[in-house]
T-cell receptor, first 116, second 115 residues
């Protein structure tokens, strides 16, 4: 069975500091994709970053980077230079077979609060 | 580029009533997904369309739930004889396969409250 685990219900970070949100996953499928989404209080899920299981390099998108450790089955999100607008719920998700089959499996999320 | 839109944004209904939600995907996307999200949880997959074909359904999708995507464009999700346990946020997402990457883009959701 596929599973995503996010062990941090809440995280706090001061503005301009970096923060790491943890995500571990479990699958026996050798080909999979890992995603991070941001969900502000308005409810919309905003795509942040993607990492494929065969990608050699860690993914980066602006202030977001994904620390992919395949042997440990972890895909932590690193947000550099935090901003007040980063305060939101963050979800880690996985799809199988390089995303070609569709459905996403989500974790329970981490609530990030950025304080001034 | 217009994003995914959903209508209505909020719906309050009485137990036993039928409700229907609509999702309009990003125009060039051929894949469309429905998810349900309850308070404090991540979204849970309900069903998936590729063009007009419904290719996958979750066991969460009981007989009271039906989804359609006529002509492979917009999609509707209907819940018959609503129950209080159906209260949740219903999220729609769309995607288009690019190589081996299929990034899903979500709409704003429809929040359902069943009284």
């Amino acid at each position: 069975a596929q599973k995503i685990t996010q062990t941090q219900p809440g995280m706090f970070v001061q503005e301009k500091e970096a923060v790491t949100l943890d995500c571990t996953y479990d699958t026996s499928d050798p080909s999979y994709g890992l995603f991070w989404y941001k969900q502000p209080s308005s409810g919309e899920m905003i795509f942040l970053i993607y990492q494929g299981s065969y990608d050699q390099q860690n993914a980066t998108e602006g202030r977001y980077s994904l620390n992919f450790q395949k042997a440990r089955k972890s895909a932590n999100l690193v947000i550099s230079a935090s901003q007040l607008g980063d305060s939101a719920m963050y979800f880690c998700a996985m799809s199988l077979r390089g995303s070609t089959l569709g459905r996403l499996y989500f974790g329970r999320g981490t609530q990030l609060t950025v304080w001034p | 580029d217009t994003g995914v839109s959903q209508d209505p944004r909020h719906k309050i209904t009485k137990r036993g009533q039928n409700v229907t939600f609509r999702c309009d995907p990003i125009s060039e996307h051929n894949r469309l997904y429905w998810y349900r999200q309850t308070l404090g949880q991540g979204p849970e997959f309900l069903t998936y369309f590729q063009n007009e074909a419904q290719l996958e359904k979750s066991r969460l999708l009981s007989d009271r739930f039906s989804a359609e995507r006529p002509k492979g464009s917009f999609s509707t999700l209907e819940i018959q004889r609503t129950e209080q346990g159906d209260s949740a946020m219903y999220l729609c997402a769309s995607s288009s396969l690019q190589g081996t990457t299929d990034t899903q883009y979500f709409g704003p959701g429809t929040r359902l409250t069943v009284l």
